[in-house]
């Protein structure tokens, strides 16, 4: 039998859990939404690399990123989490000819639109920073499909040694602030404070509840 506890994470302030919880979901590496393409391959094993790639990608070995774990808790971290994920993270789509960028927009229909607005660093990407002067019809093509399922807009170009970057982003509705998110889950931790005191017993929708460590399932 599982014994859950009450996550202790809603005892310590919003500011101290977002800092707790950033640290968990931001990752150094870019998140790729779907294989890279050939001039992500250097060396001379890099054909070896990309079939191999591209066939763990075709069977799922890899794929787009999952939301962490943690997202999942209860909705009260998840209010928290979803945003940190998609806005903090670097996500990368590749675009040219033998990248399947509908395994990316597929991801991108998944999310849905309030996961779209909340993505802040995604681009557009090749690691060959000439491709879009010789091969322009591969990034109108991506430019077009973007549109056309989510109206999303490529706003500038950032070309490094490393690559050339289109960020991409996604027309907004009524999001609220920043500071009315924060003032709004300030209200909601209050309220499961208080649901706590009251009703040890809670619903599991206000009250996180963790499997104790080791405890047998």
Known sequence: METSHRCRLLDLPVELQLNIYELVLIVNEP??????CDSSY???????????????????TLHAPHEPNITRTCRFIRDLTV???YKENQFLA???????????LAWL???????????????????????DERCPDQIEQAKQMLEDRFN?????VV????????????????EKTDQERRESLDDQL????????????????NECLLPVIGSEE
């Open 109 to 131: 229909e998944n999310i849905g639109s309030k996961k779209r607005e909340f993505l802040a660093r995604l681009s557009l990407f090749d690691a060959n920073s000439n491709y």
């Open 152 to 156: 999303g807009k490529t706003e500038f």
């Open 42 to 60: 250097r060396g001379k094993d890099h054909s070896e690399r990309e079939d191999a790639d591209r066939e763990a990608w075709e069977t799922g």
């Open 190 to 205: 209050s309220a499961l404070r208080l649901v706590s005191l009251d009703e040890p017993e809670a619903d599991s929708q």
């Open 83 to 85: 945003p940190i994920f």
């Open 94 to 104: 590749h675009y040219c000819h033998a990248a399947d960028l509908d395994v990316a």
């Open 159 to 174: 070309t490094k040694d490393s690559g050339i970057f289109r960020r991409v982003t996604f027309a907004r509705g009524d």
């Open 31 to 36: 998140l790729l939404l779907n294989c890279g």
